[in-house]
């Protein structure tokens, strides 16, 4: 990993980290499957693949490079499993899939196996880590929504049905729609992917308000504003397709994620897609962090990420609910060992908008600390104006009743002592 694209992911301070993918797991083909053996050893054995954009993929990158870059940064992993799909439509039959299910365990055995009883985990040991990796989760396949017949009829069952047997402790994610098909066994773990307009962001704001609270959990693993025109969201540049994340798109997303910290008690995880880009080279826009060979350039929606992640509270707060087809949305959290209350707000349109709190709270600093992204609505980070959008600090007035401003297309970080 390039220094300083890792610096500039470690700025973040990440919860977690989803790899290898995505479709970079699936494969043009079964034979170009990420294979995780394939990925370990030395660089010079690594037979490489085609990668799924089109170039060649050399898993320089492969799992424990993966694996000691997280281990540095302090990101543990939710990692996927090859599940018996490609790209190309191929599908593995069930009578063949007793290998790829061995080679699923020889990879989780490989991060959390015990190197006196596993073959794959004694290779970790050799290669100098005889401690496990952290794992919050094994994803099983990616976007199985695509070949929902055979993921729902036996290569769900059959592969988590062996894998939760030998490793008991593991929670096993799904990546079709929710309960679309019905799952046997019922999944603990869904990985949900929306690609959408800044207006749809913003107008859902309360998606996951209605889901039921039956035991199951959501991983918003894959989600970003790519275009203002939803008859198309895939199209050119011309036909509202985002080059780079824009202030519009950045201002819908944080509204939606307000939603998703709402709904913490079901949504665990949330991750923007894609991650990298290199401007030289690339098949998607917008990307959260773009690079060339002399610079990396982070975007509206970096910023806005970061803002969340290093503002994270430990306990939800009810208050008033924004309006569901309203433009301005919030969240109210409170870090409880340094008696923190963080607000979190989203400006969805150019109209300032005037916000009144009043905090149950008997102690309440007289002033706070208020993080603001904010700018015109096209307004974008690229290598042409690298740093036109980028957060400011300033004080603000704070008390058991105080009202706030928040500025047309902004995001707002509220943080303020109250106990």
């Given at each position: 990993?390039?220094?300083?694209?890792?610096?500039?992911?470690a700025?973040?301070?990440?919860?977690?980290f989803?790899?290898p993918?995505?479709?970079n797991?699936?494969?043009?083909?079964?034979?170009?499957?990420?294979?995780?053996?394939?990925t370990?050893g030395?660089?010079?054995?690594?037979?490489g693949?085609?990668?799924?954009?089109s170039y060649i993929?050399?898993?320089?990158?492969?799992?424990?490079?993966?694996?000691?870059?997280l281990?540095?940064v302090g990101?543990?992993?939710?990692?996927?499993?090859?599940?018996?799909?490609?790209?190309?439509?191929e599908?593995?039959?069930?009578?063949?899939?007793?290998?790829?299910i061995?080679?699923?365990?020889d990879?989780?055995?490989?991060v959390?196996?015990?190197?006196?009883?596993?073959?794959?985990?004694?290779?970790?040991?050799?290669?100098?880590h005889p401690?496990?990796?952290?794992?919050?989760?094994?994803?099983?396949?990616?976007?199985?929504?695509?070949?929902?017949?055979?993921?729902?009829s036996?290569?769900w069952?059959?592969?988590?049905?062996?894998?939760s047997?030998?490793?008991?402790?593991?929670?096993?994610m799904?990546t079709?729609?929710?309960?679309?098909p019905v799952?046997h066994?019922?999944?603990?773990?869904?990985?949900?992917?929306?690609?959408?307009?800044?207006?749809?962001?913003?107008?859902?704001?309360?998606?996951?308000?209605?889901?039921?609270?039956?035991?199951?959990?959501y991983?918003e693993?894959?989600?970003?504003?790519?275009?203002?025109?939803?008859?198309?969201?895939f199209?050119?540049?011309?036909q509202?397709?985002l080059?780079?994340?824009?202030i519009?798109?950045?201002?819908?997303?944080a509204?939606?994620m307000?939603?998703l910290?709402?709904?913490?008690?079901?949504?665990?995880?949330?991750?923007?897609?894609?991650l990298?880009?290199?401007?030289?080279?690339?098949?998607?826009?917008?990307?959260?962090?773009?690079?060339?060979?002399?610079?990396?350039?982070?975007?509206t929606?970096?910023?806005?990420?970061k803002?969340?992640?290093?503002n994270?509270?430990?306990?939800?707060?009810?208050?008033t609910?924004?309006t569901?087809s309203?433009?301005?949305?919030?969240?109210?959290?409170?870090?409880?060992?340094?008696?923190?209350?963080?607000?979190?707000i989203?400006?969805?349109?150019?109209?300032?908008?005037?916000?009144?709190?009043?905090?149950p709270?008997t102690?309440?600093?007289?002033?706070?600390?208020?993080?603001?992204?904010t700018?015109?609505?096209?307004?974008s980070?690229?290598p042409?104006?690298?740093?036109?959008?980028?957060?400011?600090?300033?004080?603000f007035?704070?008390?058991?009743?105080f009202?706030?401003?928040?500025?047309?297309?902004?995001?707002?970080?509220l943080?303020v002592?109250?106990?």
């Amino acid at each position: 990993m390039r220094i300083d694209l890792a610096e500039a992911l470690a700025e973040t301070k990440p919860g977690f980290f989803r790899f290898p993918g995505g479709n970079n797991l699936e494969g043009e083909s079964i034979a170009g499957r990420w294979n995780w053996r394939n990925t370990v050893g030395p660089l010079a054995d690594r037979p490489g693949r085609l990668g799924d954009w089109s170039y060649i993929n050399t898993d320089g990158l492969g799992l424990k490079e993966y694996l000691d870059f997280l281990e540095d940064v302090g990101m543990p992993s939710i990692m996927a499993i090859w599940a018996g799909y490609a790209l190309n439509g191929e599908t593995a039959p069930e009578s063949q899939m007793a290998q790829y299910i061995q080679e699923a365990a020889d990879q989780i055995n490989f991060v959390i196996g015990d190197p006196a009883t596993s073959e794959p985990a004694a290779l970790r040991a050799s290669l100098g880590h005889p401690d496990p990796y952290p794992l919050v989760a094994v994803e099983v396949g990616n976007e199985d929504f695509f070949a929902s017949g055979s993921y729902s009829s036996y290569r769900w069952r059959d592969i988590v049905g062996n894998l939760s047997a030998q490793f008991p402790h593991v929670q096993f994610m799904a990546t079709t729609n929710v309960n679309s098909p019905v799952l046997h066994p019922k999944p603990a773990l869904y990985d949900v992917h929306v690609y959408q307009t800044p207006t749809w962001f913003a107008q859902n704001s309360f998606y996951y308000d209605s889901f039921a609270r039956d035991g199951t959990k959501y991983f918003e693993g894959e989600f970003a504003a790519i275009s203002t025109n939803p008859g198309n969201l895939f199209g050119s540049p011309s036909q509202g397709r985002l080059v780079w994340p824009t202030i519009e798109g950045t201002v819908g997303e944080a509204a939606f994620m307000t939603g998703l910290e709402r709904n913490a008690d079901i949504v665990f995880a949330a991750s923007y897609a894609p991650l990298l880009q290199n401007v030289a080279n690339y098949q998607w826009t917008p990307d959260l962090i773009s690079f060339d060979v002399k610079a990396v350039y982070r975007s509206t929606s970096y910023y806005m990420q970061k803002m969340f992640s290093l503002n994270k509270g430990d306990e939800y707060l009810p208050s008033t609910l924004p309006t569901p087809s309203g433009t301005v949305f919030w969240s109210v959290t409170r870090h409880t060992a340094t008696n923190k209350l963080l607000i979190k707000i989203s400006n969805t349109n150019g109209t300032p908008a005037s916000l009144t709190f009043n905090l149950p709270y008997t102690t309440v600093h007289p002033s706070g600390s208020a993080t603001i992204l904010t700018g015109a609505q096209t307004a974008s980070n690229n290598p042409s104006a690298p740093d036109s959008i980028v957060p400011a600090t300033k004080r603000f007035d704070a008390g058991q009743t105080f009202t706030y401003n928040a500025t047309g297309w902004s995001v707002h970080v509220l943080s303020v002592v109250a106990y």
